[in-house]
Structure formats: structure tokens, C-alpha cells
């Protein structure tokens, strides 16, 4: 079965940090192109970063780019979401996804493209003082 667990969420201060995991079972994961995707309560869900499945090209959506890092260790059959300078609009449930292809597209316009094939079940970041 084909599963990504996220971890690493939590309850955090505005401009704290959190750094978030997402690790691949019952595939490999090096073939994939892996995005990172929030949910706010009562809005869209929007993607905030990619990683292409070498990990040489990265894209992040505008709200994000300068605090937030994404990063991948195949080995580990890992992606990491550093994320810096927290701030409240922030808060969201954040998901990983395995792309089908091994490039990533229209993350850095707000569009992601691509068909993604295995989702994980999410991890709840909040940030609040």
C-alpha cells in the first residue's frame, strides 16, 4: 500500500519555527516530485511548495517564499518543510503529496499542475501566542 505519514505539526508562537516530515511507504519515492499543500479552516487548500524527485528544483508559492525551505532525503524516503518566521495566517492542516511525475509546475503562479497520486493524512500547524 502506497502511504505518506506527515509529522512534525504542533502548536507554535508567531515567529517561531517548525520543521515538518513526510516519509513514503510502500514505494520508493525517489521517482517523485513531492508538494507540500495547506488547509485553512473555511478556505481553498493551496499549494505551498514543491521539490522535484532529485531535489534540484524547488518552487514555493509567493506567501511562503524567504521563511519556509523544503528539502528531501531519498534515502530516508523523506521530505522535510522548514518552515521560519510563523505567523497566524499560517495556521493549517499541511499535506503532503507524491507527484506522478518528477517535476514540479505552477507552484511559484498558485496553480500546481500535475496528477497526484498518493496523499498523506495531514498534520495541524498552529501558531498562535
Known amino acids: 500500500q502506497l502511504q505518506l505519514v506527515e509529522s512534525g505539526g504542533g502548536l507554535v508562537q508567531p515567529g517561531g519555527s517548525l520543521r515538518l516530515s513526510c516519509v513514503a511507504s510502500?514505494?520508493?519515492?525517489?521517482?517523485?516530485?513531492i508538494g507540500w499543500f495547506r488547509q485553512a479552516p473555511g478556505k481553498e487548500r493551496e499549494g505551498v511548495s514543491c521539490?522535484?524527485?532529485?531535489?534540484?528544483?524547488?518552487q514555493y508559492a509567493n506567501s511562503v517564499k524567504g521563511r519556509f525551505t523544503i528539502s528531501r532525503d531519498n534515502a530516508k524516503k523523506t521530505v522535510y518543510l522548514q518552515m521560519n518566521s510563523l505567523q497566524p495566517e499560517d495556521t493549517a492542516v499541511y499535506y503532503c503529496?507524491?507527484?506522478?511525475?518528477?517535476?514540479?509546475?505552477?507552484?511559484?503562479?498558485?496553480?500546481?499542475?500535475?496528477?497526484?497520486?498518493?496523499w498523506g493524512q495531514g498534520t495541524l500547524v498552529t501558531v498562535s501566542s
Open positions: 510502500g514505494f520508493s519515492l525517489d521517482l517523485n516530485a
Open positions: 503529496a507524491a507527484h506522478v511525475s518528477s517535476y514540479c509546475s505552477g507552484y511559484e503562479e498558485g496553480i500546481p499542475h500535475g496528477y497526484l497520486e498518493v
Open positions: 521539490i522535484s524527485s532529485g531535489g534540484g528544483i524547488t
